[in-house]
Structures are given as structure tokens and as C-alpha cells.
């Protein structure tokens, strides 16, 4: 059985699919800022329902964003950690393909910008709303968020790796200041 995360959107989500890639659990719940707690506590629920402990799991795939910086890492840093203790292979998926791996994938940046992705290109981002029709979120409505369940259309296209190879998908670069004050040395 595998264990799928995804935190990069407002929603934090957890998968089970067992080894022919189909969905055993799937659990989700709004963030904030406690992704991590979230994670934690759906994966408890997803392995009580499967029967399963921890240590049945034969790998962990995690969303690698884009999205928030903090929340794309909890994902992956939980996928990581739970992949090295128990010895077994990591795989990550970018939150575009988690949406739609096959269409035209639109969604918000936090410093009013687009994350775009179109098929066979590289992801990108635009200061204007792209033209045409699309799959995303932040738009009201009908929000297709980046979830854990987005990865059983890939599951057999997914990379598995040593843990410590799994690295998020930034677009933007993480916005962290420089300390105003002089540190004494």
C-alpha cells in the first residue's frame, strides 16, 4: 500500500492506493496552518480504516507544488521523513498534474500572480488571468484543489526514489527578509 500527501493548497489531503494503484482511502480537510496536524491525523484515519499499521506501507508520494511555500514543504518533508524510517522509496507529483495531468491548469500565487501550466510545456507565471478554458482554483465556484486522490490517474507514470531526492517545485522564490538589525558576532 502506498500513502499519498498534498498541502500546497488550502487543502490538505491523504490517499491510500494499494499496489495497482487503486483507492483505498482518501481524506481531506481546510489547512491553515496546521497542514501537518491535518496530515497526521487523516493518515491515522486512512490506515484504521485499511486495517494496515505504518509499517505495511511500501512507499509515500507527496505533492511538490507549487503553491504556498510552507505548505508545500509539509507534504514533502512528511513523506521524506516517513519514507526513511521505514526504508522504502519516495515519489512526488507537481500540484498541476494533481489537478489534471492532461489539460490546461490555472491557478493564484500568493503575490497576485498565475501559475500556469499547459500540456507539454513548462509551468510558468503571468501577472494576467490566461484566456481560454482551464482546471484550477481561486476563482469561486467549481475549485479543483491539488489532492492526494489526484495522483491514481499517475500512479503508474510515478518516479520512485530515495527519499532525499524528493525537492519542492518552486516557481517563485521563497520571500524571506534580511535581518534589519546586525547580528553580534
Do not use: C
Amino acid at each position: 500500500m502506498i500513502a499519498a500527501f498534498s498541502s500546497s493548497s488550502p487543502v490538505a489531503s491523504v490517499a491510500l492506493f494499494d499496489a495497482s494503484g487503486q483507492l483505498v482511502f482518501a481524506g481531506s480537510d481546510t489547512a491553515g496552518y496546521r497542514a501537518g496536524e491535518v496530515l497526521l491525523n487523516l493518515l491515522t484515519k486512512g490506515l484504521e480504516q485499511a486495517g494496515i499499521g505504518l509499517g505495511d506501507l511500501a512507499g509515500f508520494a507527496a505533492d511538490l507544488g507549487p503553491g504556498s511555500f510552507t505548505g508545500s514543504r509539509v507534504a514533502i518533508v512528511l513523506a521524506k521523513t516517513l519514507a526513511y524510517a521505514q526504508g522504502v522509496d519516495a515519489a512526488g507529483a507537481t500540484a498541476f498534474d494533481l489537478i489534471s495531468h492532461t489539460g490546461k491548469v490555472v491557478f493564484p500565487s500568493k503575490r497576485g500572480e498565475f501559475f500556469v501550466r499547459e500540456p507539454g510545456q513548462v509551468p510558468s507565471r503571468t501577472v494576467e488571468l490566461p484566456a481560454g478554458s482551464f482546471t484550477g482554483f481561486g476563482f469561486g465556484g467549481d475549485d479543483h484543489f491539488p489532492t492526494a486522490t489526484g495522483f491514481g490517474p499517475i500512479f503508474s507514470l510515478l518516479d520512485w526514489q530515495a527519499p532525499e531526492q524528493l525537492m519542492p517545485n518552486y516557481l517563485i522564490e521563497p520571500s524571506i527578509s534580511v535581518s534589519k538589525r546586525r547580528l553580534p558576532e
